[in-house]
């Protein structure tokens, strides 16, 4: 009987030491998984960094036209603050016509440029001297770094600026350890320690909960797992936190925390890491935060919404408090400092978006452009750099005017608020370079980006195409050909009659191809398309990369289809000069480590004659004189400028298109339902495209006659006359194509006459 | 009456204008300023491309020495950033057609030097570079 139960006990206990050993083999096996999963996902690239997106930089340099208030306004939005004296990287200091400034090291895309102290002196509306304050020489020319002006985010919507542990003040990494896991550099990934204290002192104690997750617990359940609060779930995170500690050091988890840590939401951005958190709530790097703005930041860590500055200041405060109490009592920092960082406020960045997409329209003609050349995947996490050319002053102005314009046109036209719509492009003409876009007058939806793609009927913006192709033919036409302004009709397949009418439903009989285009006369202007042939147009809207052809004679007026963008294409060649220069909104991508990855270098081709193009332009220019552009002539006397207004049937699109000497922009004007606006190209746009150029522009439009060009005055019944000849324009002619009949002033002999006539009657 | 006198008041002073020599000969049009697009307002006759002369030229100056070193596409963003700076300059475009050229990139190298050429080269040497450029561009 004994025997019999001592077989017993030992096969129970034989059993259970087997089911010891299952036991113990799947949990060496699950914790062979987790670290599986640890070494997988933590090893090379650890976060889809998106990619950064920065403006174009200003250029310092003697003679700049950058006022005082400009670069005041400019170091201000890179979160530069104003200090009696500028010390340290991000400070300035205005006193009388001069800024000093310490500019931060920044990496441009050929390289880093140091940062520097530097004295900027000024007069009323310009830059007098760059001078370095070190050596007190002057400098010829300095890069301010670029406004970062959003990003393209991973799908996670996650977005970081990645830190390394060395670049992060050592202010930030003592508050964290004081407050968050004070045994950090003891423990191996769980802390028995830390998970009493804190039951203690949450028993005992009514300054707030306290957590008795280590650092690395945290990071555990941010990176790889979630907020579930079950036992299971705890399990695991401690598994893995030790499992973490046996592969990689306290540095590297801690700069994996920094960097991970979520603190914060803006929309549908979510703010991780100390790196980003630091511009967004204070607009300046890392390196350059105060002891209590460095609390400021660690106080989110336990409760982003709960600790938010902007909606609870209060607590905010009350917690970052904590923080500064906590390295008081850890020693490291001493009372005068704790005192002194207490009584501090907050501080905060009151824009609160530092890093928001700040111009979608913007953003998303960079992200098209970009996916030429890129995967959507490597865009939204390699955390590359891309360097564009939206010039942030220019793209203010222009947001600024438009706005004030809008609001006055439907108040005039007794129109609700809100129903005008608008999309502006503003480039450079001589490289093509995007200043300013904007597809919605709400500024910042990003939803429907009129600029890129809204195509509408473009009027009277296709003549200069029109006439170009005419001047191409300097054997048959120039601006003195007298073109026929005689009403006709078109007879289509079907038998229906298309009759043009011009704008004011007269004819004038014979006119000047100079004002056939500056009046924009509608006659004139499809008789000369249909002399010329569809077939031709088109070789020339080919040639001046549209892809765009006209296939019935109503295109002739515009009933063709395109968008702001588009049109700015168009006319860029005219605006250039006759070069094909591609409309860029990107200069260059780098990688995460600053290594070049692209560039885009200018480009130019000539697309059309030099001498065909000056004579277009010069009739584009007339139109600003006395065409139907004039009050660009009045309302902008100092600034030469040509350009061409278009208005649709029923007056349901409002465009102009037109450049100076520095600036090419293109506005168009309507109403998403497609219904009337009661505005016309020269009543609408016009007005909109004066206010912006009038307050960016500084060269007017003045080429040089080409070679074997020469001006001579014409009447208006095209022939060669006095320049003191009553209503006689200055023409530029070929040389080889002159005219040379000459005969007197037509204007005047007429006057003569009838009062001759007068006195026999 | 007194209408009839002026009438022939007025043809005799027409008939001696007729007269005068200083009437132009019909066949020869009268050539204006060859510079200038409207006459009430004085034309910048460089059109600009005077502004930022020291800037440009040291710019210029640091241009060679990038090249002189081996680091063409480092003098090219800078010639590039002194187009920004003054866009009518045409040896700042005639300065990128030389090294595109020396790159064998015809096709930026051709439209740098006519662009230099529009915008108007100033001495014989550079409009014999630019010509060079284009035509070496074509035979290539």
Request: hydrophobic share 40%; glycine share 8%; proline share 4%.
């Amino acid at each position: 009987m004994q025997r019999g139960k001592k077989k017993k006990g030992t096969r129970v206990r034989i059993w259970l030491f087997r089911l010891f050993l299952i036991s113990f083999a799947g949990f060496a096996s699950w914790l062979v998984y987790l670290d599986l999963i640890i070494k997988a996902q933590f090893e090379g690239r650890r976060w889809d960094l998106p990619a950064h997106v920065y403006s174009a930089h200003d250029t310092l340099f003697s003679g700049a036209p950058i006022s005082i208030y400009q670069l005041e306004q400019q170091l201000r939005n890179l979160g530069y603050t104003k200090t009696v004296s500028p010390k340290n990287p991000g400070e300035y200091k205005k006193g009388g016509l001069n800024i000093d400034f310490y500019a931060r090291d920044f990496h441009f895309f050929d390289g880093l440029r140091s940062g520097q102290l530097i004295r900027t002196e000024f007069s009323e509306t310009s830059i007098k001297a760059v001078i370095d304050k070190k050596t007190g020489k002057q400098i010829n020319t300095f890069r301010l770094e670029p406004t970062l002006i959003g990003g393209i985010y991973p799908d996670s919507n996650e977005d970081r600026i990645l830190v390394r542990l060395a670049e992060t003040p050592q202010i930030v990494i003592k508050a964290l350890v004081s407050s968050e896991d004070r045994g950090f550099l003891d423990h191996h990934g769980v802390s028995i320690k830390g998970i009493a204290r804190a039951l203690w002192s949450n028993i005992t104690s009514t300054s707030g909960i306290q957590g008795g997750s280590t650092l690395t617990q945290q990071l555990i359940k941010n990176y790889f797992l979630n907020s579930e609060r079950t036992l299971l779930r705890k399990i695991k995170e401690a598994a893995m936190s030790i499992l973490l500690e046996l592969h990689y050091g306290k540095n590297e988890i801690l700069e994996a925390y920094i960097n991970e840590v979520y603190l914060g939401q803006d929309g549908s951005r979510s703010i991780n890491g100390f790196g980003l958190a630091s511009f967004f709530y204070f607009s300046r790097p890392l390196s350059e935060l105060t002891v209590a703005q460095a609390a400021t930041l660690v106080a989110l860590v336990r409760g982003p919404s709960l600790y938010n500055p902007f909606r609870f200041p209060a607590r905010a405060k009350t917690r970052r408090n904590l923080i500064l109490t906590h390295l008081l009592k850890s020693g490291y920092i001493d009372r005068k400092v704790f005192e002194k960082e207490t009584e501090k406020p907050l501080h905060i960045n009151s824009g609160g978006k530092h890093h928001e997409n700040l111009y979608p329209a913007f953003l998303s003609l960079v992200r098209q452009q970009l996916k030429r050349d890129y995967r959507s995947d490597d865009l939204k996490k390699e955390g590359l750099r891309v360097f564009t050319t939206i010039v942030p002053r220019i793209q203010t102005i222009a947001e600024i005017k438009l706005k004030q314009q809008l609001e006055g046109m439907e108040k005039r036209l007794d129109l609700k608020r809100g129903e005008l719509q608008a999309a502006i492009v503003i480039t450079n003409p001589d490289n093509g370079e995007v200043s300013s876009l904007i597809g919605d007058r709400n500024l910042r939806q990003d939803a429907f980006n009129r600029a890129i793609n809204a195509f509408r009927p473009i009027g009277s913006l296709i003549k200069p195409v029109i006439y170009l192709t005419a001047l191409k033919q300097p054997e048959k036409f120039n601006l003195a050909t007298l073109l026929s302004d005689e009403p006709f009709g078109l007879t289509d397949e079907n038998g229906l009659v298309w009759q043009p009418q011009n704008f004011d439903h007269k004819s004038r009989g014979k006119i000047l191809f100079l004002k056939g285009l500056a009046d924009s006369n509608n006659i004139a202007s499809v008789r000369l398309g249909m002399q010329l042939t569809l077939g031709e147009i088109n070789e020339t809207l080919k040639s001046l990369g549209t892809k765009k052809q006209m296939e019935y004679p109503s295109a002739l007026l515009g009933a063709l289809e395109m968008s702001p963008f588009q049109v700015a294409e168009l006319y860029q060649h005219f605006a250039s000069g006759g070069f094909s220069t591609p409309i860029q909104s990107v200069l260059a991508v780098v990688d995460r480590k600053n290594r070049p990855i692209k560039r885009y270098p200018l480009i130019l081709k000539q697309a059309v004659d030099e001498k065909s193009v000056f004579q277009l332009n010069f009739a584009l220019h007339h139109a600003t004189v006395s065409g139907t552009a004039r009050s660009i002539g009045l309302l902008m006397p100092k600034i030469e400028a040509a350009g061409k207004t278009g208005t649709t049937d029923g007056l349901r699109d409002s465009w102009f298109a037109g450049f100076t000497g520095d600036r090419m922009g293109v506005v168009w004007v309507g109403r998403d339902k497609n219904e009337p606006t009661g505005l016309t190209g020269a009543t609408g746009a016009l007005q909109i495209w004066i206010d912006i150029m009038k307050n960016i522009s500084r060269l007017g439009y003045n080429p040089a006659l080409p070679e074997n060009m020469v001006t001579i005055n014409v009447e208006n019944n095209g022939n060669v006359t006095e320049s003191n000849c009553p209503g006689a324009v200055t023409i530029p002619f070929r040389k080889e194509y002159i005219r040379e009949r000459m005969s007197g002033c037509t204007q005047r002999k007429s006057k003569l006459l009838k009062w001759i006539k007068g006195v026999f009657e | 009456m007194k209408r009839f006198s002026l009438l022939f008041i007025t043809t005799l002073i027409v008939s001696a204008g007729c007269a005068s020599p200083s009437l132009k000969v019909p066949g020869t049009p009268k050539v204006l300023n060859e510079g200038s697009l409207r006459e009430d307002i004085p034309a910048k006759t460089d059109g600009g491309k005077k502004d930022n002369d020291s800037v440009v030229a040291q710019i210029l100056k640091d241009v060679e020495k990038l090249l002189s070193a081996g680091r063409p596409e480092k003098a090219v963003i800078e010639l590039e950033n002194a187009a920004r700076i003054s866009p009518k300059r045409a040896d700042i475009y005639l300065r990128l057609g030389e090294i595109r050229y020396d790159q064998q990139l015809c096709h930026q190298a051709t439209g740098m030097a006519r662009k230099a050429r529009q915008l108007g080269l100033t001495t014989t040497a550079n409009t014999l570079s630019a010509n060079h450029i284009i035509t070496g561009c074509s035979g290539r």
